[in-house]
């Protein structure tokens, strides 16, 4: 299983997202920094969290608009899967990769705390990890998580099942709506989800429910 | 030389929370008739080229791309006044 991990300038989960990935892979992924035009094949491209370009104009504006995010684009049309987690959610929607939109927190706080997700689809390939309806521990930290979308896109994803994570038992944390807190494309090859997977994988971190959505994706290829 | 302004606001319906606390802000300084207040943002933008219909053109593309997220945002184009 190969895999990448898009550097951009602001990101600061990166070294996270990397050890995560290097300890359940058991290889180290490819770094691509953000003025690459091509990505070489691998498996997984990872968009990390942070704040990338200092959250100007939007969060994830600048960075969806970066040479990278094209290379990204054209693997994801590939079908090579592609998760970004938090920034990397906001800059995956930014680019049009995944449909939405990522406001302000309704409290307008910046959160940072452990939420319970609910896996609502575990037939996906970052998912299949879990078992439907499984509720996990999960940390986030944003200050613009508010998922939106239009009625008729937000039919879509819930008809077709590309809600794959779910605030639960009331810890929404930014007023996402359908208390969404994670989604694929349409094709199911492309994740964005707010909560830091990464940041739970090993009983040092408080918890390993994160660990599931590595090893199930990481699965996939071998 | 154009020099154009570009508006870009939350379109009807999305929550605007920072439109929320700046009114309740207001209302704290004691304005009491301020009904509502939304948030947006300004761009000032020079353009080289002097052909109006080619600047709103141009501006519209750089929204469409760029400035405004067209899934929560509208945005409005406000160039010179012809001489």
Sequence with gaps: MKTAVVLLPGLNRDRDMIAALTKIAGTPPLTVWQTETEIPDVDLIVIPGGFSYGDYLRCGAIAARMPVMRAVAAHAARGTLVMGVCNGFQILLEAGLLPGALMRNASLKFVCRKVRLAVTNANTAFTRGYRPGQVIDCPVAHHDGNYFADAETLARLEGQGQVVFRYAEGTNPNGSLNDIAGIVSDRGNVLGLMPHPENLIEPAHGGSDGRALFEGVLGRAA | ?83
């Design chain 2, 1 to 83: 030389m154009i020099e154009a302004r570009v508006t870009v606001t939350l379109k009807t319906g999305v929550l605007d929370p920072q439109g929320k606390a700046i009114e309740g802000a207001l209302a704290a300084l004691g304005f009491a008739d301020v009904g509502a207040v939304r948030q947006g943002k300004v761009f000032d933008i020079v353009l080289e080229d002097g052909d109006p219909q080619a600047a709103r053109a141009r501006l519209e593309a750089m929204c469409e791309k760029l400035l405004a997220n067209t899934v929560i945002e509208d945005y409005a184009i406000t160039l010179p006044p012809a001489r």
